[in-house]
């Protein structure tokens, strides 16, 4: 089974109607540590329609949090999709259009083609759309309205967000996501660094074992055989993450100890403007390193700039 059965009902012999939700976060909604309050809150409004109109049913919950609508590429979105063309699932539930996809053209095509064909009924709550009520049609023209100024709403916000973050970052402002590994974010600024002790040591081992001639792949098989904690995993106990190792553990490798040797944030420097994307929800692209824009002295370094310079001339990993 694609999705996770959270449910079943059943209500004399008629046949049972296998249902799907979908919930879907982007990042710009946000989280909280956990699972999201708007996950946890599509899911309710969507279990109180389900008990309000349906009676013998399974139910199946496929979600993405943290993941833009202006695509279908979308792990649980896409699970859901290939749940549906193998014949698993009747009728598909979210919350509104924007939830599923807030392209205008993907959704009239999943809702004119993909699901008609595969006989999948459709159902958007706030929108008042049921495709058992819109057999051969489009939903109208309110429907296809809807899906375009989401469309359009949505290009427009991702504008904005990209414009807010490049004036913040050229402010000097650290706008990213997560803390650089050694660093974790200031409790009364988040978009200052502050030194995390544990993790700190760490990349100073790194460093200094490379000026004594270690190379990144005997670093990390050194680490691996002395059980040296790897950045994720005090990410995981730090609870920003929720992940499992593919293999028995998490392992250090030659490029995660690269990517910490040839990072200038550990200098006290900030740098941005390394990515540029060509169109709204297009792919990001690596700018020449020459275009790369850097704030120094952003926060308390953790390796002297002198240090960190020498270590680049004899350290030979790609930028």
């Known amino acids: 089974m694609q999705g ?15 249902i799907a939700i979908y919930m879907r976060l982007s990042k710009e909604d946000g989280n909280d540590d956990n699972e999201s309050n708007s ?57 509104d259009f924007s939830r599923f996809s807030r392209d205008y053209i993907e959704m009239g095509n ?7 064909k595969l006989g999948v009924r459709f159902i958007s709550v706030n929108d008042g759309y049921d495709r058992g009520c819109h057999a051969g049609n489009f939903s109208g023209l309110d429907t296809a309205f809807k899906s375009l100024m989401y469309d359009l709403y ?26 650089p590994f050694g660093y974790r974010k200031s409790p009364q600024d988040r978009h200052m660094l502050l030194i995390d002790e544990e993790e700190a040591a760490v990349v100073k081992r790194i460093f200094q074992m490379t000026a004594e001639g270690k190379t990144s792949a ?20 730090k609870q920003e993450v929720k992940k499992q190792p593919k293999g028995s553990s998490f392992w250090w490798s030659r490029s995660t100890v690269c990517a910490i040797l040839r990072n200038p944030v550990y200098t ?4 941005y403007g390394k990515y540029t994307r060509y169109e709204v929800g297009g792919k990001n692209h690596l700018r020449p390193k020459c275009e790369w824009k850097t704030h120094h ?11 960190f310079e020498m270590i680049q001339k004899r350290k030979k990993c790609r930028q």
Do not use: W
């Open 4 to 18: 996770d059965l959270i449910t079943e009902k059943r209500a004399g012999s008629v046949k049972r109607v296998r």
């Open 39 to 95: 996950i946890t809150n599509q899911r309710l409004l969507l279990q109180q329609y389900i008990a309000g109109h349906f009676e013998n049913y399974t139910l199946q919950e496929f979600q993405d949090d943290g993941f833009s609508g202006l695509n279908l590429k979308r792990p649980g979105i896409m699970r859901l999709l290939k749940a549906a063309e193998d014949g698993e699932i009747d009728c598909i539930i979210v919350k």
């Open 110 to 116: 999943c809702l004119e083609r993909f699901f008609p």
């Open 154 to 179: 949505s290009k427009d916000l991702s504008v904005k967000v990209k414009a807010s973050l490049r004036t913040k970052k050229e402010q000097g402002q650290y706008v990213s996501g997560t803390s």
């Open 218 to 237: 005997e670093i990390a098989e050194h680490f691996n055989k002395e059980g040296v904690k790897t950045p994720i995993q005090f990410r995981i106990e």
């Open 268 to 271: 006290g420097d900030i740098v």
């Open 297 to 307: 002295n952003h926060h308390e370094p953790i390796i002297e700039r002198e240090f």
